[in-house]
T-cell receptor, first 115, second 119 residues
């Protein structure tokens, strides 16, 4: 299995809703990432988990709450989002660092719309 | 801090022709990695090619090759025999080696070049 699987592919949520994005990989990668991508822009790093511990939080608002229950699974819990949070949310994984060996493997993303 | 610059927001190329996408970067590090990622309308970021800075030989992957000029801090991507499936956003990216610690997990992206292959 050489894929990163993200669910759901599309999500529409109201500003008072609570929802979660899910990311799964079975490549034995020990680093997992959440990126946010706005239209026609490059991805922006949000969080990095290394060996299931939060390694990097790029000053992301607390309405985004990551969770890494085990080495294969990464969640992003969403609560009280704003319309400007509408974006493509990409998950990625890697063995050690972004450049080592084969680097990152990205998922296909979740297209989030906040209404 | 590292920066990556892609000066061509959009480009187009005729099918079967060759196109070169430009990328420059800035870093004070001597060892690092450079990448080209492709993002088609299907949204998934796909690694096209990877270059290790300590290797002088330019990386090649089938129709894709790079011109890596370390002193000039330039890393261009050449696509030969362009195909319709090459239509996508192309991002140049930079990362540090694993011994850099937390910084090695971060990819620094350029703003991207939108490539259209015309039949």
């Amino acid at each position: 299995d050489t894929e990163v699987t993200q669910t759901p592919k599309h999500l529409v949520m109201g500003m008072t809703n609570k929802k979660s994005l899910k990311c799964e990989q079975h490549m034995g990668h020990r680093a997992m990432y959440w990126y946010k991508q706005k239209a026609k822009k490059p991805p922006e790093l949000m969080f990095v988990y290394s060996y299931e511990k939060l390694s990097i939080n790029e000053s992301v608002p607390s309405r985004f709450s990551p969770e890494c229950p085990n080495s294969s699974l990464l969640n992003l819990h969403l609560h009280a989002l704003q319309p400007e949070d509408s974006a493509l949310y990409l998950c990625a994984s890697s063995q050690v660092g972004a450049g080592e060996r084969n680097g990152y493997t990205f998922g296909s993303g979740t297209r989030l719309t906040v209404v | 801090a590292q920066t990556v610059t892609q000066s061509q927001p959009e480009m187009s190329v005729q099918e079967a022709e060759t196109v070169t996408l430009s990328c420059t970067y800035d870093t004070s590090e001597n060892n690092y990695y450079l990448f080209w990622y492709k993002q088609p309308p299907s949204r998934q970021m796909i690694l096209v090619i990877r270059q290790e800075a300590y290797k002088q030989q330019n990386a090649t992957e089938n129709r894709f090759s790079v011109n890596f000029q370390k002193a000039a801090k330039s890393f261009s991507l050449k696509i030969s025999d362009s195909q319709l499936g090459d239509t996508a956003m192309y991002f140049c990216a930079f990362s540090l080696p694993a011994y850099s610690g937390a910084g090695s997990y971060q990819l620094t992206f350029g703003k991207g070049t939108k490539l259209s292959v015309i039949p």
